[in-house]
């Protein structure tokens, strides 16, 4: 029976970055991964044609480089180098004119001027506010809630970003937003096709938050990728967990979190075998597999089991990877090529995409996500190809398909397979023989998703929806919007919890950060516990 300090269920980022922080502090730890291969939602393979490498899920990181806990990590000392695509991020429209987001706020509006004058002032005023207050934003948003620290820098800060007017351009949707303050579709699209990252309608509030944070991101660190593949990115967490003495178990899937007296005393695995925690066990898995899942209803508040049956998914996926021999023949091309790039005309389109999706309806006409991954690092495709992928938005429940009635919302085979071709199709609209381009397409639908990770529940990437009245204290459920879970000593540390989906490791480092607190209290109160039965009577 092994024991350790720590048991974390999951090697995803938030369980590898939880992992590493508790070797940091001397705690022997153990981590159980159910696949055969350690990084959750960050890997990459081969598999897909010969000589080209593909991220089987997340490709970009922007949030990795803004993120305090990564950084804190150096990972490049253990092999990871980060590299990036010309321009940060785009949007191609069907008149051939491009909108570009590049590595500086002057750069963008120069070229957003160029397509609607005014434009790039609009665009430098809404940057203005970053330089100040972007870092403390950046902090409070990751840390453990509530950010009373970094929530106090934001606020000394705010004066110098606008103050009240910033506030109120935050919480407005970004619809509105946008279509105030800029002529074109240029700048608007390139708020928008951030946004729609997270699954926050453009017309809610919130959806502001998300678009002005990753492109002051993406103008100032950029969307980097690693080079060699996203599976270096976890490769280099795992090499610095186990120099440290940390032990990873793949192929070890947990049944169940052990529970005696109130506490979690470790994990049983499928095969009967127990790993017992001296501390604590750490979570990177969904809230529904943790609650009722991993650890019997018996053990749990009735109120947080009622709760639970209210959480609420962000939208399935459908992703499609594709080996190109030669780069995307997009109809025009920009001076420099951005490696993410977004395909819709204007943000009502996506809003509708939204409204869709919401009501149940396989979209018509999809918004599209797209890496062009040989733009941002050549290694992934052999000279002068492509590593190319795309994904979109399904519903889980389907009530109807909006486009030629085909797709059935079942997503078998059949309806991933048509649903690639819809995708396939729209890319094809803005680069003509697109198809002739292709060698070999791989098409992951919901099942596939979470048949290669079990948290990614009907495709959905971001652990549960990120509106708002799922976040903050509201995540994963009405409550303290912190890690800590009705069971001492067991912590939820995967993006159900706070602050949520992104490869930004907040949600294991707010875990870890909550059981090293937990055992200090604990420690010392068995001191003093020990101290007065030391005392003469």
Avoid at 47 to 65: C, R
Avoid at 222 to 247: C, I, L, Q
Avoid at 265 to 290: H, K
Avoid at 413 to 429: F, L
Wanted: aromatic residues 6%; neutral net charge; charged residues 20%.
């Amino acid at each position: 029976m092994p024991v350790s300090d720590a048991v974390v269920i999951g090697s995803g980022p938030n369980g590898l970055v939880a992992a590493n922080l508790l070797a940091d502090q001397g705690w022997d730890v153990t981590v159980l991964e159910a696949q055969q291969t350690a990084g959750g939602a960050v890997r990459s393979a081969s598999d897909v044609h010969d000589g080209f490498i593909h991220d089987t899920f997340s490709s970009f990181y922007p949030l990795g480089v803004a993120s305090p806990t990564i950084r804190g990590l150096q990972l490049e000392r253990h092999g990871l180098e980060w590299v990036n695509a010309p321009a940060v991020a785009g949007t191609p429209f069907m008149s051939g004119e491009w909108a570009v987001m590049h590595r500086t706020p002057e750069e963008t509006a120069a070229a957003l001027d160029a397509l609607a004058p005014g434009d790039g002032q609009a665009w430098l005023d809404v940057c203005a506010g970053w330089q100040k207050v972007g870092d403390a934003v950046v902090a409070a948003l990751l840390d453990p809630f509530p950010p009373v620290r970094s929530g106090a820098r934001v606020a000394a800060k705010l004066p110098g970003a606008g103050g009240l007017d910033f506030v109120r351009m935050m919480l407005s949707p970004l619809q509105s937003m946008a279509g105030q303050r800029f002529k074109g579709n240029g700048a608007q699209m390139l708020l928008a096709g951030n946004a729609a990252h997270a699954d926050i309608p453009m017309d809610a509030p919130g959806s502001t938050i998300m678009a002005w944070l990753l492109a002051m991101i993406g103008q100032h660190l950029g969307y980097p990728v690693p080079k060699g593949g996203a599976g270096m990115f976890s490769g280099a967490m795992v090499r610095r967990f186990t120099s440290e003495g940390g032990d990873l178990r793949v192929g070890h899937h947990a049944r169940r979190v052990l529970v005696r007296d109130g506490r979690a005393t470790g994990v049983e695995t499928d095969d009967g075998q127990v790993f017992t925690a001296r501390r604590a066990v750490l979570a990177d898995v969904s809230a529904p597999a943790l609650y009722g899942g991993l650890v019997p209803t018996e053990e749990l508040p009735s109120r947080l089991l009622r709760r639970m049956k209210r959480f609420e998914w962000d939208p399935g996926t459908v992703k499609v990877d594709f080996a190109l021999s030669g780069p995307v023949p997009w109809a025009s091309t920009p001076a420099a090529a951005p490696g993410t790039v977004h395909i819709a005309e204007s943000i009502d389109e996506i809003r509708q995409n939204g409204a869709h999706l919401a009501a149940g309806a396989v979209p018509a006409v999809p918004f599209l996500l797209c890496g062009q991954m040989a733009v941002a690092d050549p290694t992934r495709a052999p000279q002068g190809g492509e590593s190319l992928w795309l994904y979109t938005h399904v519903p889980h429940h389907t009530t109807s398909d909006a486009g030629d009635g085909t797709i059935t919302g079942r997503w078998d085979r059949d309806d991933a397979e048509r649903m690639a071709d819809r995708m396939q199709a729209r890319v094809e609209a803005y680069a003509p023989g697109f198809g002739d381009r292709v060698l070999a397409r791989r098409v992951l639908g919901p099942r596939e998703l979470e048949a290669r990770d079990e948290n990614l529940v009907g495709g959905s990437v971001n652990g549960g929806t990120a509106g708002l009245h799922q976040q903050l204290i509201f995540r994963p459920v009405p409550g303290l919007g912190r890690p800590e879970t009705p069971v001492k000593g067991l912590y939820l540390a995967s993006a159900s919890a706070h602050p949520g989906g992104g490869v930004h490791g907040a949600c294991g480092s707010n875990a870890a950060r909550a059981a090293l607190a937990h055992d200090r209290v604990r420690a010392a109160r068995s001191l003093i516990a020990t101290g007065r039965k030391d005392v003469p009577a």
